[in-house]
Structure formats: structure tokens, C-alpha cells
């Protein structure tokens, strides 16, 4: 399959168009943002990571009855996805407390969650991605209730999945960000499941290995994610 026009760029990624109107090739860029944009740089061979595991935890959920839009890997940095219609929210689940859930809430950094904790996000860089609850996202023509109880049935059903892949591979899942889009009269997942969109921090040591050593200037940014890769992919 190959790339006709260039639909969208967004931060980490490249949507092409391709010759069957029914599917869209993602290309994983090594640009790295955050803070909404205030931060910018570039981590070498990010996109050919973010790719690889993606496309493994994609088909990890597929494995699990969990509908994904992949199709396949293409190549180091090309994805063949379904094209989605693409619901503006960020799902996020939490497993352990970190990032903005202890900045809002005054949790301590570590403090394991009795239940994970599931957060809507509008996802709009221009008003800052703000939470929120279902009546917003209901009024602001998101998504319908139905739809939203999918997302978080959807999104607990990955965390169970996730949480025990990365354990076997001595990972804590601290939390994640996962869309969801439209296609057929179905929900799929969409965007990716990587480093940049995921909390993991080392089980023994709880060194963190993912986008805070970008965020936060931790340095060893590389190194942390090839070792997320290796341990994905290499440790099955
Ligand atoms: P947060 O603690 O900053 O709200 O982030 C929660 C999780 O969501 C964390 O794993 C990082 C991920 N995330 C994204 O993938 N994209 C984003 O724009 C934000 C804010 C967070």
C-alpha cells in the first residue's frame, strides 16, 4: 500500500492517504513535544519505536478480542491503519498516581491506586486538553453516553491487558493515553500505545523509562526507550 496525500501532521506522526479510501498510513516522527507544545526537541529513532511496540501491543490487544485499527506494519516508521472518525477525547488510565493526578489532586508521586482511575480529556490543543466529565463531553457533541461507557470498558479491558504484559516484563504500567475513533459502526482503538503516551517505570529500581526523561530533562531519553522496545519485543 502506498501514500497518496499527506491528510494531517500532527505532533509524533504523519496521516497519509492512501490508494483504498478505507485505510490510512500513520509515520511515526522522531519530533518530540510536550506541554502542549511548549517543549520541543527530537529523540533519535523515537518514530521507529514508537512504531514497533505499537504495532506489538496493538496486536497483543487484538489478541485479546480488543479491536484496534491496525492492519499492519509497514516498515520501520509506517503503520497501515483503518481509517477512524476520530472521537476528540483522551481516555486515560492510572494505575499508579503520577503526572497531573498529583498535581491536581495532591496525591504523592507512587502511591499505588486501589482501582485504576479512568479521565476524559477534550482533545484540543487550543484550550489545553481540558478533563472532563461525561456531561461535557455529551453537551460539546464528543461522543453519546453509550459511546463513553464503551470507552471506559474499552479502556479498563486494555489496562488489564497491558498491565499484566509489561509486569511479565518487569514494567510498572503507571498510566496511559488512548483514542478512540469510528469505523463501520464500531469503536476502535486508534493513534498509538508507546513511550510517549505511557508511564513505565522499572519494577525494582522505579527508574522511569519513558517522555518525563524528555518532559523533565532526566537525560539517558534514548536509552530508556530502546530498553522499553527491547523488553517488548525482544523478551517473548
Ligand atoms: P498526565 O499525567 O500529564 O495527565 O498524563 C497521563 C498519561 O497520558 C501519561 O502517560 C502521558 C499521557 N499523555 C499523552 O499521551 N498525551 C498528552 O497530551 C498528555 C497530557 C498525556
Not at 489478541?63 to 492492519?71: A, D, E, F, Y
Not at 518487569?170 to 503516551?197: C, N, Q, W, Y
Request: negative net charge; aromatic residues 6%; charged residues 35%.
Amino acid at each position: 500500500m502506498k501514500k497518496t496525500t499527506l491528510l494531517y501532521e500532527g505532533k509524533a506522526k504523519k496521516v497519509f492517504l492512501t490508494e483504498n479510501s478505507d485505510l490510512v498510513i500513520q509515520e511515526f516522527k522522531d519530533d518530540a513535544t510536550a506541554f502542549n507544545n511548549k517543549k520541543k526537541g527530537t529523540i533519535a529513532d523515537k518514530g521507529v519505536v514508537n512504531n514497533a511496540v505499537s504495532c506489538k501491543l496493538f496486536g497483543l490487544l487484538e489478541k485479546h478480542g480488543i479491536t484496534t485499527h491496525l492492519v499492519e506494519k509497514l516498515s520501520d516508521r509506517d503503520m497501515l491503519c483503518k481509517k477512524l472518525d476520530i472521537i476528540k477525547a483522551e481516555v486515560v488510565v492510572r494505575n499508579i498516581a503520577a503526572g497531573s493526578l498529583v498535581k491536581r489532586y495532591g496525591f504523592a508521586e507512587g502511591t499505588v491506586l486501589d482501582r485504576p482511575i479512568v479521565e476524559i480529556y477534550l482533545k484540543d490543543d487550543d484550550l489545553d486538553d481540558p478533563l472532563m466529565n461525561e456531561s461535557h463531553a455529551v453537551a460539546l457533541g464528543v461522543a453519546t453516553l453509550d459511546e463513553l461507557a464503551v470507552l471506559k470498558n474499552r479502556a479498563e479491558a486494555i489496562n488489564a491487558v497491558l498491565q499484566q504484559f509489561f509486569t511479565e516484563r518487569k514494567l510498572m504500567l503507571v498510566d496511559f493515553k488512548l483514542e478512540f475513533g469510528r469505523h463501520d459502526g464500531a469503536i476502535l482503538l486508534g493513534d498509538e500505545i508507546s513511550p510517549d503516551t505511557c508511564r513505565l517505570w522499572d519494577l525494582e529500581t522505579k527508574e522511569k523509562l519513558d517522555k518525563d526523561r524528555f518532559r523533565f530533562d532526566l537525560g539517558g531519553v534514548e536509552d530508556a526507550y530502546s530498553e522499553v522496545q527491547r523488553r517488548v519485543l525482544e523478551l517473548d
